[in-house]
């Protein structure tokens, strides 16, 4: 085509455009936008939400050329405005998005948020997106003076342009379910439910899962992986981590995150979208003890009962309560009682041998105990201390004894007898009496038995004693102790009661014997004298 006809052919599209013909001392410059949308990273899984960034290629057409800033104003879209319609199938987050100006070349990325549901079928979906700009059609200029008042000719276009966007064919999990009995101070084993919810199956798969909180550790580990292999779609894995819950952790729900990694279908090693659940420990295992009771007292083994109840979450086995005494003045012949299998509810009675010294003080006391047991999975776990109240008792003798005949005469024989009285809450056994005698009482007859006393019971027990003639008139000590059998079997020696033995001058009127001896040795001293100074 000659210049002659190209000349032609242009004025008829002005003409038919609206345009004005420029004059013979007129030039023009004609061109257009060329606008298009290219998506670089169009591929999505079902079940993701992702940005796509859409980026603004204008490829200006150039139909008459002139000066290179008139060229450049009718290649150039202005106010390019992206308006983003639905899509069947997939949720579009972004409405409208202000470009502004796209001079020749690439402008952008914009934005485009999507969430592709789940369930939705592999495939290309094709996005639609209407285009608005506006833009200078031709330049008309002075071909004399191109900044001689130049006109322009604008136009505004909307373009209905679509991206495509690929929902990939591909192996996709989610958690359905986490469980796990593991309670706060404890450790044991976790485990997850992960189903492959996309359209392939994956090889040499393997499941990592994190926790960000240091409360709950795999292992002691913030993450821990674990393998599963060949995993077809559709089906669920129960995937089993190591868990550890630290002692004081909050009773709520852990959040734990991670990732499958696998083999696809031709050969690439992929990583799947994140995985996000909870677990929720249970509550730290507890106890309580009550009706706690004692026989204590100073300087005595008496016996300390209660009841340990299991106020759960979990069952016990193998369960022991561990006496702990709090100070040295208490010792425990033995320090464990074996209590049977507990459900959470369930309760034991318990029992102790506590001997309390003689350094002890009487009054309100407090003991230790602690639970040891084994957990479900036969891991052996010990209780926060538990603690109760008792009363020591004032040191006391386990008899009572009291002199019913204690009066002999000086120079005779007499009895003593003792009312002996069991001051026990038992029944006392075998009770040998043992008396000791200092001069001038003695005894041939330093022993009695008693073969048992009740609780509050009494017997007499009597002793031969007897004086020499010349004895004062007075009360003299004597001293008896007691050798005995508890109720269980023990055999006890209890302490030393001293008591009085009354000496009364001698009977018969006459006088005493003492004072006629005494008066005798005057006269024979008198009369030895009288001899020797008559010679």
Do not use: C, H
Not at 49 to 78: H, Q
Not at 308 to 333: K, L, Y
């Amino acid at each position: 085509m000659n210049q002659k006809l190209l000349t032609i052919v242009l004025a008829l599209a002005v003409v038919l455009s609206g345009v004005p013909l420029a004059s013979a001392a007129e030039n023009q410059v004609i061109g257009r936008p060329d606008i298009s949308l290219s998506v670089p990273d169009n591929r999505v899984t079902p079940g993701e939400a992702k940005t796509l960034n859409v980026s603004i290629v204008n490829d200006g057409t150039i139909t008459r050329g002139g000066p290179e800033r008139f060229t450049s104003r009718v290649t150039t879209a202005r106010a390019v405005t992206l308006d983003v319609a639905d899509i069947a199938g997939l949720d579009v987050e972004t409405d409208d998005i202000a470009v502004g100006q796209v001079p020749e070349g690439v402008v952008g990325p914009a934005p485009i948020r999507i969430t592709v549901p789940e369930g939705v079928p592999p495939g290309t979906y094709r996005l639609p997106i209407d285009v608005s700009y506006t833009y200078t059609s031709i330049v008309t200029y002075d071909e004399q003076d191109p900044t001689n008042n130049p006109k322009f000719n604008d136009r505004s276009v909307t373009r209905r342009l679509t991206v495509p966007i690929v929902v990939e064919d591909q192996a996709r999990f989610r958690v359905v379910d986490v469980s796990t009995g593991v309670q706060i101070g404890d450790s044991g084993t976790m485990v997850a439910a992960v189903r492959n919810v996309g359209t392939d199956p994956a090889r040499e798969a393997s499941v990592q899962l994190s926790s960000g909180n240091g409360d709950l550790t795999f292992g002691g580990s913030p993450s821990a992986e674990s393998f599963v292999g060949e995993w077809r779609p559709g089906e669920t894995k129960q995937v089993t981590f190591p868990v550890n819950v630290a002692d004081g952790a909050e009773l709520r729900d852990y959040t734990v995150t991670g990732r499958v990694t696998y083999t696809d279908t031709d050969g690439i090693v992929q990583r799947s979208n994140e995985l996000r659940a909870s677990v929720r420990p249970l509550e730290e295992q507890s106890f309580s003890v009550s009706n706690v009771e004692s026989t204590l007292r100073v300087n005595w083994e008496g016996t300390v009962t209660g009841t340990v109840t299991n106020e759960g979450p979990a069952p016990i086995t193998d369960g022991v309560v561990v006496f702990q005494p709090a100070s040295a003045n208490f010792d425990a012949s033995e320090t464990e009682y074996a209590i049977p299998d507990l459900a959470p509810g369930e309760s034991a009675d318990f029992a102790f041998d506590v001997e309390v010294s003689s350094a002890a003080d009487p009054g309100s006391r407090q003991l230790r105990f602690v639970v040891q047991y084994d957990n479900e999975d036969g891991e052996s776990r010990s209780s926060d201390p538990l603690n109760a109240r008792i009363a020591v008792g004032d040191e006391r003798d386990p008899f009572t004894v009291e002199a019913a005949e204690s009066t002999i005469s000086a120079g005779e024989s007499g009895r003593l007898t003792l009312t002996v009285t069991n001051a026990e809450d038992e029944t006392l056994s075998d009770i040998s009496a043992k008396l000791f005698v200092d001069d001038p009482i003695s005894s041939g007859d330093d022993e009695a038995f008693i073969g048992e006393l009740g609780p509050g019971e009494s017997a007499e027990i009597t002793f031969e004693v007897s004086t020499g003639g010349s004895t004062f008139a007075k009360d003299y000590p004597v001293s008896v102790d007691f050798e005995y059998d508890r109720a269980d079997g023990t055999t006890q020696v209890s302490d030393t009661f001293r008591l009085p033995v009354t000496v009364e001058e001698a009977s018969g009127g006459g006088l005493p014997f003492g004072l006629i001896v005494g008066v005798g040795a005057v006269v024979l001293v008198g009369a030895a004298i009288v001899v020797v100074r008559r010679r």
